[in-house]
């Protein structure tokens, strides 16, 4: 069993930025990848960024050069660097944490930005 315990989101303004974090935490388990998704209201869960176990990343075309998604793997945890952030990264993000047969979610943390 994981659990993924996440911070960061928060209100902030039109070109400002925030970082998100995600530790998990258990026994016995091997990541294979970590990664941020976001749900916005009446819009479906999207992935935003995922970093692998061999730190290779891909991210949303929509965050592309503002993000930076990055790992500590000695302590399980997953950043999100958000800069320059607009009124449509407003969304509920949740880390995602993908072992070898399973997948864990974390409870998610609002994150809005005003214009």
């Known amino acids: 069993q994981v659990q993924l315990v996440e911070s960061g989101g928060g209100l902030v303004q039109a070109g400002g930025s925030l970082r998100l974090s995600c530790a998990a935490s258990?026994?016995?388990?091997?990541?294979?990848?970590m990664g941020w998704y976001r749900q916005a209201p009446g819009k479906q869960r999207e992935l935003v960024a995922v970093?692998?176990?061999?730190?290779?990343?891909n991210y949303a075309d929509s965050v592309k050069g503002r993000f930076t998604i990055s790992r500590d793997n000695a302590k399980n945890t997953v950043y999100l660097q958000m800069n320059s952030l607009k009124p449509e990264d407003t969304a509920v993000y949740y880390c995602n944490v993908r072992l070898t047969l399973l997948s864990y979610w974390g409870q998610g943390t609002q994150v809005t930005v005003s214009s």
């Open positions: 258990g026994s016995g388990f091997s990541i294979r990848s």
């Open positions: 970093i692998s176990s061999g730190d290779n990343t």
